[in-house]
Each structure stands twice: as structure tokens, then as C-alpha cells.
């Protein structure tokens, strides 16, 4: 089946410890998208990326990387430097000017 | 003051009623609108997708939108406990359409 697949759904971080959270899609699309979600807050853009080898910067970038070296996979990495980082992650993907689809998230807590 | 605004909810309603959301927007590039349906602990689910004003009807969801007026809204008829999710707006303009702003979701639960 096609769609969008996050892992691990639930991950913890220890202090001063940089982890990093997988996206791949196999529905073919040029865009994909991270976003963080937390209690009444609705999605924030974290980092997004059009094509493979470029990604801009969303609302809330400091703290966290990102890398797209295949158009398939676009994994996030939240540095020690987020000092705030319990949330659940959405990873999203898209074409262009279609809507975005989502996956099923991974909730981050802090040990 | 945030670009898109969107009661919290809950939003309580019997089985069968008629479920009635909407969000407002400040932004009048916004053109592409569309509503998601989340689960708990899940990602939110694609449901419309709207381009500039107008209604959009499939199945038991009809969404319209009012760029007049800056207000989308979601119906959902003959509503079933199923139904009980929160319910995401988002909407982008042309020049950043990848880059969406969501409402903050409305809680809903349909009581049997």
C-alpha cells in the first residue's frame, strides 16, 4: 500500500542527546513536510523540502536538522540545542499543489 | 493574533444530528483549503480539498468556503459515533502553498 510510514512511534531522550526520527513515503511525491503538534496548539512547520538535496526552514527550525537525500526519506534530527522537544512529530508529504498527506506521527518524551 | 482561528471545542452532538465547524482566517492570499480528520494518537486524514471560494460536497461532508468573508466551514450530516475526532483546518496561499497554517482543531464527540 502506498502512503507514509514514521519510527519509531514512541521515543524517548536523554538529556544532552541528539535523536533522530525516520520519514519514508512511497507515494511518489516531490514534497515533504515535519511538523510538531502540541495540546491546543494545532501543526507548526518545523522544516519542509520541494526536491531532493534542498529544504527551507519552517516556523520553528531552531533546534532541530533535517536531511533529503532521497526523494523517499526525509529524516529529522532534534539536537540537544531543543530544549523543549516533548511533542508528537508529524511527517507529511505531498505534489504540488495537492493536498498533504500525513503519516501517523512519533510522540518524542524526555527521560 | 494567530492567521487562522478555530473553537477548541468539545463539541458535543447526538447521532444523527448535523455537525457544524468552521474557521476563520486573516490572510486573503489564502486560496487552497482543506479539513482534516485526526484520531487520537493518530496523523490527520485528508477529508476536502477546496480551491478558492465555493461549496464541495462527497458523501456526508460538505465544505464550504467564503473568501468574502474569510470563513471556511465542514458539515458532517447524519453523524455517527465514528465520527467522534478532532477536526484540523488548514489552508496556504499560492505563492507558499506548500506551507500550510492550521487552526488549532475542534474537538468532537457524537454521543449514541
Known amino acids: 500500500d502506498g502512503g507514509i510510514t514514521q519510527s519509531p512511534k514512541y521515543l524517548f531522550r536523554k538529556e544532552g542527546q541528539n535523536v533522530t526520527l525516520s520519514c519514508e513515503q512511497n507515494l511518489n511525491h516531490d514534497a515533504m513536510y515535519w511538523y510538531r503538534q502540541d495540546p491546543g496548539q494545532g501543526l507548526r512547520l518545523i522544516y519542509y523540502s520541494q526536491i531532493v538535496n534542498d529544504f527551507q526552514k519552517g516556523d520553528i527550525a531552531e533546534g532541530y536538522s533535517v536531511s533529503r537525500e532521497k526523494k523517499e526519506s526525509f529524516p529529522l534530527t532534534v539536537t540537544s540545542a531543543q530544549k523543549n522537544p516533548t511533542a508528537f512529530y508529524l511527517c507529511?508529504?505531498?505534489?504540488?499543489?495537492?493536498?498533504?498527506?500525513f503519516g501517523d506521527g512519533t510522540r518524542l518524551s524526555i527521560l | 493574533q494567530k492567521e487562522v482561528e478555530q473553537d477548541p471545542g468539545p463539541l458535543s452532538v447526538p447521532e444523527g444530528a448535523i455537525v457544524s465547524l468552521n474557521c476563520t482566517y486573516s490572510?486573503?492570499?489564502?486560496?487552497?483549503f482543506m479539513w482534516y480528520r485526526q484520531y487520537s494518537r493518530k496523523g490527520p486524514e485528508l477529508l476536502m480539498y477546496?480551491?478558492?471560494?465555493g461549496n464541495k460536497e462527497d458523501g456526508r461532508f460538505t465544505a464550504q468556503v467564503d473568501k468574502s468573508s474569510k470563513y471556511i466551514s465542514l458539515f458532517i450530516r447524519d453523524s455517527q459515533p465514528s465520527d467522534s475526532a478532532t477536526y484540523l483546518c488548514a489552508m496556504s496561499s499560492t505563492d507558499s502553498w506548500g506551507k500550510l497554517q492550521f487552526g488549532a482543531g475542534t474537538q468532537v464527540v457524537v454521543t449514541p
Open positions: 507529511a508529504s505531498s505534489s504540488s499543489y495537492q493536498p498533504q498527506h
Open positions: 477546496t480551491y478558492s471560494s
Open positions: 490572510n486573503s492570499a489564502f486560496q487552497y
